[in-house]
T-cell receptor
């Protein structure tokens, strides 16, 4: 069965500092990988996705993530965090079928200090 | 842009009531999903549907049922609401084919059962 682990429940960074959110997955084949962001009181929005090819993927809002097969990881990064990045972030893994069902991690809450 | 609309942002119901949560998507997506989101537990899949009148149980279907009579609409039904069903409910949709499982979320319905 597939699973996703986000080891950090809560991270606090200062505005302008760099950010890395960790994600490890368990899946039998090459998965589809996603990062979603949820602003307070809102639904989830896709930040970026990895399907195949270049292991460094760029997303919206200046985020990027790197797929490392050997470490079963898909960590999210941003070089300089803005106060508006404060939100909850979810990593997800999806099967390569048409069913579209994904498994989500428990989320990491990001707090940005001024 | 894909739009997933949940009929209510906030609902307050009494124990034992039958509750309907409605979700409509406007992008002709085949797949639709219902999740509940609780602090520290991430997103848990209740039910999903991959076609009209087709449904499959997710990870926590107990106490819930669903209905999909039209492709664009997916309803979650709490037959007899209980206090432990107080939660945030998120609806999502995704296309069947090449987009590989990207899910588009509604803004959520926060349900309180008193």
């Amino acid at each position: 069965a597939q699973s996703v682990t986000q080891p950090d429940i809560h991270i606090t960074v200062s505005e302008g500092a760099s950010l890395e959110l960790r994600c490890n997955y368990s899946y039998g084949a090459t998965p589809y990988l996603f990062w979603y962001v949820q602003s307070p009181g809102q639904g989830l929005q896709l930040l970026l996705k990895y399907f195949s090819g270049d292991t460094l993927v760029q997303g919206i809002k200046g985020f990027e993530a790197e797929f490392k097969r050997s470490q079963s990881s898909f960590n999210l990064r941003k070089p300089s965090v803005h106060w508006s990045d404060a939100a909850e972030y979810f990593c997800a893994v999806g099967p390569q079928t048409n069913a579209g069902k994904s498994t989500f991690g428990d989320g990491t809450t990001l707090t940005v200090k001024p | 842009d894909v739009k997933v609309t949940q009929s209510s942002r906030y609902l307050v119901k009494r124990t034992g009531e039958k509750v309907f949560l409605e979700c409509v998507q406007d992008m002709d997506h085949e797949n639709m999903f219902w999740y509940r989101q609780d602090p520290g537990l991430g997103l848990r899949l209740i039910y999903f549907s991959y076609d009209v009148k087709m449904k499959e149980k997710g990870d926590i279907p107990e106490g819930y049922s669903v209905s999909r009579e039209k492709k664009e609409r997916f309803s979650l039904i709490l037959e007899s609401a209980s206090t432990n069903q107080t939660s945030m409910y998120l609806c999502a949709s995704s296309p069947l084919t090449s987009m590989g499982g990207i899910q588009y979320f509604g803004a959520g319905t926060r349900l309180s059962v008193l």
